[in-house]
């Protein structure tokens, strides 16, 4: 009798709240990371519990992100139990809450941030709850919830960062076909250099030549383009102009932007949806097409990358395009 009192007094005394959370710095644009954990249909994905148990009923509310999105899980290794998020700040955390009906009954509370560092994006997955005596009983002979706990939340962190990076590098490559493009003035700056150095100097000079035209009113009349003048892979060298293309014929007051015309010619159309790695995949598919299909290059050029889309408002690289025009005769 007296050990169990001792037992009893000593399960009673435990702390009466426990707390605990783990991290994962993830190079991942934060949107998509926020994206991906604020909506319940995505948990699938990533939840280490759901791993444990992929044929457990999962019943989502009419709502699964956002305030009051929710979703609840029934299976014989999970329990039974539903998630509701109760706050958001888009970007930066969710707040969740958890009841947990079976195997035995308990409530806790659930908090994402996600804080930019130099490394990447620092996702923290914290959970916090109170203790009744029931649950102290359990952790006491079973261990602490984070000692039963924690792993799996390493595990969840670990299959976003996957998942998420996977989602990053989907991409396609269609050939559009023989198209007109046409042409019309532009504004541009032009260089050469080694291709090795040819990412970091398109973008040191393409936001030059966009910050001259939006800073003089000057309309636009299509997308930011790259006109590719010489490309020599057996001397690592290239000669390329950064464009904007323009309603009208613009006389530019700054001698390192410059004015140009091209004229409407013939042209192969490629379009990549991806991240901008592939580019190189996108010209040797659209080099191979042209003489598979009896056309001839036009020496001359012109030999085009258009940009349609602007990364700073589009984050998942795999939803980028980049649009391919390589003049035939």
Not at 1 to 9: N, R, S, Y
Not at 128 to 146: L, P, R
Not at 293 to 314: A, K, M, Q, R, W
Request: hydrophobic share 35%; glycine share 6%; net charge negative.
């Amino acid at each position: 009798m007296i050990v169990f009192i001792g037992l009893a007094i000593f399960i009673a005394v435990q702390p009466n709240e426990y707390s605990f959370s783990r991290n994962r710095v993830i190079k991942a644009p934060k949107s998509m990371l926020y994206k991906k954990v604020n909506d319940f249909k995505n948990w699938p994905d990533f939840s280490p519990w759901i791993e444990q148990e992929p044929e457990a009923t999962l019943t989502y509310g009419e709502k699964s992100f956002g305030v009051d999105g929710n979703y609840s899980w029934n299976g014989e290794v999970l329990g039974e139990g539903k998630m509701t998020t109760i706050a958001v700040e888009k970007n930066k955390s969710i707040s969740q809450h958890i009841t947990f009906i079976k195997p035995f009954e308990s409530q806790s509370d659930i908090n994402w941030t996600f804080e930019d560092t130099e490394e990447g994006i620092n996702v923290t997955w914290a959970m916090k709850g109170k203790q009744d005596f029931m649950t102290k009983m359990y952790t006491t002979f079973a261990g602490s919830i984070e000692e039963n706990t924690a792993s799996d939340f390493d595990r969840g962190l670990f299959k976003l960062d996957s998942i998420v990076h996977a989602d990053m590098k989907v991409f396609s490559i269609k050939v559009n076909g023989v198209t007109e493009h046409g042409g019309g003035f532009y504004l541009y700056n032009t260089t050469s250099c080694k291709i090795s150095d040819l990412s970091d100097r398109m973008q040191e000079m393409m936001p030059k030549v966009i910050n001259y035209a939006l800073s003089n009113n000057i309309q636009l009349a299509g997308s930011p383009f790259v006109n590719y003048h010489k490309w020599d892979e057996a001397n690592n060298a290239v000669m390329f102009s950064s464009c904007v293309p323009t309603t009208e014929k613009v006389v530019s007051n700054e001698p390192d932007i410059l004015t140009g015309q091209l004229n409407p010619f013939k042209a192969i159309k490629t379009t990549l949806k991806g991240d901008y790695i592939n580019l190189k995949a996108a010209w040797d598919t659209t080099m191979k097409y042209i003489p598979e299909n009896g056309l001839e290059f036009e020496e001359t050029g012109p030999n085009i990358e258009s940009y349609p889309t602007d990364p700073n408002n589009i984050p998942n690289p795999a939803d980028w395009i980049t649009e391919i025009y390589i003049a035939v005769k």
